[in-house]
DNA sequence: CGCAGCCTTGAAGTAAATCAAGGATTGTGG
DNA sequence: CCACAATCCTTGATTTACTTCAAGGCTGCG
């Protein structure tokens, strides 16, 4: 099923989080409520914490995150948004937002009025449950962050944290032989894993000098997926892989 | 606005989770679609990691507990729950649940069917909408939970636990003037904080010491609230109490 | 070429874990 | 009502994983 002609902006949002769970109606009722594509920089703030929300924002291209700050302007990265997420739309029954997103690379976005979203969502209730799914893959993915930092050491956090993202990229379509792209730093991943940049590095060297895996310029390969998933402790089952992705 | 008389069972949920966003018709049709009140035992687990969900559940009474567990079996909570809490909703878009879910005390639940969620939801948008947001604050206590294990220490952890528990508890009409009781043990705060039961008790001792707060008997009493809230760099409006709690 | 951003490595310091032992409280059966 | 067990809490000594501080080396780009 390709959807790239009939629906350019939410064709991944549609293989990533709702495959095979709309109708052709419901897609083509979804499309046309985005306003245009838009480009945003990288290292931009685009929703600050608190602020109300008017609008769901689609992910199109890049890499996005969602963040809380310390007392010392230290970030928490609360999640990593790639292609066909929504980064937001949980803000949409809570009214306003509890933390800030930004993008971390160059990105691609689209964005619906809520009361489109409302009005989406009255016609077709099945779209409804379809986005809720969808918030509720997010939350999914927050406990296991959670599970991460609470029972995982720095080497089984920064295993786990790729292991995830590494899925994510291919479930979506976006990984390919070469490995899964994602053009982060190593600063982000310590912010995402409640490391200092300083230790992510010396724990991927281990994992390089190990085999498990490697990051470098941006890109995920991995080495022995067995091994390193054990070190991770990480079990797909969480991002719903069977029920939820590409064939 | 008292709803006990006319909605015994959901009464809590609506006072702590859903106030004044429901009509009569709505809070009619929510309660009778709930089986009977069900007791069971502290510390056992209901849901098992990857079952189908049937039914959703609804905490009425005593304290409940979301939680993954290791390769060596130590558990990771996910969430603590309280009287008014759907422990399971979540799995509701999911269709199964990634994670158990047990009781820390006794308890006392009711269930509505899969089946009935659904027909109440197709009838009532808005109670769609209202299930939806809670699901939504359960995700913002996950938030929250990544943000204090991976930037807190030690203290400010468990200082943000007790900090969100008091007020979770005053929001829902369950504090008093002697405290906020949550029966269960330094063991679970441990599980709860990403730490060794060892630890918090010498944490508990220090915040006592300073006169931050106490953890006795279940009871949690705040001492300085402006200094424990500094300390755990607590926020409560990702409780959204504002729009959300009693008056 | 020179600068900026990012990565890498080393040495010293510290917060929390681990290991170990006892003490308090609650409940229970004689 | 007391003996005893079970559970939970408390404290001390040692070890360890990660942070912090510091410095230098890549790589790509204007």
Redesign the interface.
């Known amino acids: 099923m390709t959807n790239q002609h009939i629906a350019p902006i939410s064709s991944r949002f549609l293989r990533n989080r709702g495959r095979n769970r709309l109708s052709a109606e419901e897609v083509a009722a979804l499309e046309v409520a985005f306003g245009g594509v838009r480009a945003v920089a990288a290292r931009k703030t685009l929703i600050e914490k608190?602020a109300p929300v008017h609008d769901s924002t689609l992910l199109i291209e890049g890499v996005m995150c969602?963040y809380?700050d310390?007392?010392q302007g230290?970030r928490?990265?609360?999640g990593v948004h790639i292609g066909g997420d929504f980064v937001d739309l949980?803000g949409f029954?809570?009214?306003r937002l509890?933390?800030d997103v930004a993008t971390l690379t160059e990105v691609k976005i689209a964005t619906i009025p809520r009361e489109r979203v409302m009005a989406l969502?009255?016609r077709f209730?099945n779209l409804?449950?379809v986005l809720?799914?969808s918030?509720?893959?997010?939350?999914?993915m927050?406990?296991?962050?959670?599970?991460r930092?609470?029972?995982?050491g720095a080497q089984g956090r920064v295993a786990h944290f790729f292991s995830e993202m590494e899925t994510r990229l291919r479930l979506a379509g976006l990984a390919n032989d070469n490995g899964a792209p994602l053009p982060i730093n190593q600063a982000d991943v310590a912010e995402a894993?409640?490391l200092t940049p300083v230790h992510v590095n010396r724990v991927l060297r281990i994992l390089r000098e190990e085999g498990l895996m490697t990051f470098r310029s941006g890109v995920i390969e991995i080495g022995d997926r067995r091994r390193l998933q054990r070190l991770a402790?990480f079990d797909d089952?969480?991002l719903?892989p069977d029920?939820d992705a590409a064939p």
Chains 1, 2 share one sequence.
């Open positions: 608190g969602r809380l310390d007392q230290h928490q990265l609360l949980h029954p809570l009214d509890d933390h969502i009255a209730p409804a449950r809720w799914r918030t509720m893959l997010d939350a999914a927050h406990r296991e962050w959670i599970f930092l609470g029972r995982l894993c409640g402790e089952s969480y719903y029920t």
